[in-house]
């Protein structure tokens, strides 16, 4: 029996309610793989669940965290042994089975990916579902016929996590990034993750029109609604937009313009659902791509369970700087 502290979601008749509280791994919710968790992250989703804004968690209570990376402490499915170092983003994590947010849990097999060599569990918490998304929105767009040559890519919410990771991968691909920020402290930050450009958020000029000047090879935009739709019309014939998150909005109002006359793809960008065999490629990818010092700097602190209340206000306030990380135990 082994009694650790996590992170627990609640909504009784207390109301909905959150706190570190005491566990035993008895408790558990099923699954093949017992899993010490070492580090897990924060993200807008988290913030999310941890303070019933968004009704995102499905099932109470519940260990909060949609991310984890630690070791396989025992396993029933033969592709998983004691020792092996894994990591878990989206699936159920967190909001229908238990989360990272807890020196132990078990987990689906199915839902493990080997850890990467060379991405120790500090790493890929850094990365986490921000950075995955990041891996993701990129891939698909390539996938999807983006390329540098197409001209500078935008990056909106760039402070953030999906935002400044996404920077960087795109830069480490030879793409001319230009991020929107509502940060003026952070300019310098986002120059170093890669940025040729930094544009304030309330500068961006927005098209009211169906076309306008096209003036971006693609979009990775964590933002939605007005500022999406307004980006739309200036997009380079053919380029991709990576839809990825709503912190401005869910509404989604433009014209067929685009689409139609320049051939402009939009992408959803699923980091929850991604099938397998292109989860461990995106991850892979990000492994070899990604400078380890520049991902350091990026995380701006790690904190203990009993913290994650300050850091969801911070997330949900849009004061996110680069990527919170947790340590469980
Ligand atoms: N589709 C998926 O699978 C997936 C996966 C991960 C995340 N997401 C979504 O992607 C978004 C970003 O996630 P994240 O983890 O990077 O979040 P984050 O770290 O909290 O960053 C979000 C950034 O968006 C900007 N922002 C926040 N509130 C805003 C507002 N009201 N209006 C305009 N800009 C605002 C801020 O950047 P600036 O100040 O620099 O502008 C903020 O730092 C969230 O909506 C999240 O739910 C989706």
Same mark, same amino acid.
């Given at each position: 029996m082994?009694?650790f502290k996590a992170f627990?979601?609640?909504?009784d008749?207390?109301?909905?309610?959150?706190?570190?509280?005491?566990?035993?791994t008895e408790?558990?919710?099923?699954?093949e793989?017992? +899993?010490?968790?070492?580090?897990?992250s924060?993200?807008y989703k988290?913030? +999310? !669940?941890?303070t019933?804004?968004?009704k995102v968690? &499905?099932?109470?209570p519940?260990t909060g965290?949609?991310?984890?990376?630690?070791?396989?402490?025992?396993?029933s499915?033969? /592709?998983f042994?004691?020792?092996?170092? *894994? +990591?878990?983003?989206?699936?159920?994590?967190?909001v229908?089975?238990?989360?990272?947010y807890?020196?132990?849990? &078990?987990?689906?097999?199915?839902w493990?990916?080997?850890?990467?060599?060379?991405?120790?569990p500090?790493? !890929?918490?850094a990365?986490?579902?921000?950075?995955f998304?990041?891996?993701l929105?990129l891939? /698909?767009?390539?996938?999807?016929?983006?390329?540098?040559?197409m001209?500078p890519?935008?990056?909106?919410g760039?402070s953030g996590g999906?935002g400044?990771?996404?920077?960087a991968? #795109?830069?480490r691909n030879?793409?001319?990034v230009?991020a929107v920020?509502?940060?003026?402290d952070q /300019?310098?930050?986002?120059?170093e993750?890669?940025? $040729?450009?930094?544009?304030?958020?309330?500068?961006?000029? #927005?098209s009211?029109?169906?076309l306008?000047k !096209?003036c971006?090879?693609g979009?990775?935009d964590?933002?939605?609604g007005?500022? #999406?739709a307004g980006?739309?019309?200036?997009?380079?014939p053919w %380029?991709?937009v990576? $839809?990825?998150g709503m912190?401005a909005g869910?509404?989604?109002?433009?014209?067929v313009?685009p689409?139609?006359l320049?051939g402009? %793809?939009l992408?959803?960008i699923?980091?929850?659902?991604?099938?397998m065999a292109?989860?461990?490629?995106?991850?892979?990818? +990000?492994?070899?791509q990604?400078?380890?010092?520049?991902?350091?700097?990026?995380?701006?602190r790690?904190?203990?369970?009993?913290d994650?209340?300050?850091a969801?206000e911070?997330?949900l !306030?849009?004061?996110a700087?680069?990527r919170?990380l *947790?340590?469980?135990s």
């Amino acid at each position: 029996m082994n009694q650790f502290k996590a992170f627990r979601i609640h909504n009784d008749a207390q109301g909905y309610h959150s706190g570190v509280e005491t566990l035993q791994t008895e408790q558990l919710m099923a699954g093949e793989v017992l +899993l010490e968790c070492r580090f897990s992250s924060v993200n807008y989703k988290d913030a +999310l !669940a941890g303070t019933g804004q968004g009704k995102v968690v &499905r099932h109470f209570p519940i260990t909060g965290g949609i991310d984890a990376a630690g070791d396989v402490v025992e396993s029933s499915d033969p /592709r998983f042994q004691p020792g092996d170092p *894994v +990591l878990a983003t989206g699936y159920g994590l967190g909001v229908s089975h238990d989360g990272g947010y807890g020196r132990y849990l &078990r987990l689906p097999a199915d839902w493990l990916v080997p850890l990467p060599p060379g991405l120790g569990p500090f790493m !890929a918490m850094a990365l986490g579902t921000a950075g995955f998304t990041a891996g993701l929105a990129l891939q /698909r767009m390539e996938q999807n016929g983006q390329t540098p040559e197409m001209g500078p890519v935008l990056v909106t919410g760039a402070s953030g996590g999906v935002g400044s990771i996404a920077i960087a991968l #795109l830069a480490r691909n030879g793409y001319e990034v230009v991020a929107v920020s509502g940060k003026e402290d952070q /300019r310098q930050r986002l120059m170093e993750m890669g940025a $040729s450009q930094v544009i304030d958020r309330n500068q961006l000029p #927005l098209s009211q029109r169906p076309l306008d000047k !096209a003036c971006w090879g693609g979009l990775i935009d964590s933002l939605g609604g007005d500022i #999406l739709a307004g980006l739309l019309p200036q997009i380079q014939p053919w %380029g991709t937009v990576a $839809s990825i998150g709503m912190a401005a909005g869910m509404g989604l109002s433009s014209s067929v313009m685009p689409f139609i006359l320049r051939g402009i %793809g939009l992408l959803g960008i699923d980091s929850v659902e991604c099938p397998m065999a292109l989860r461990q490629h995106v991850w892979q990818r +990000l492994s070899e791509q990604l400078d380890r010092p520049l991902l350091e700097q990026l995380v701006t602190r790690v904190i203990p369970l009993e913290d994650l209340p300050g850091a969801f206000e911070e997330l949900l !306030a849009g004061q996110a700087r680069g990527r919170i990380l *947790v340590e469980t135990s």
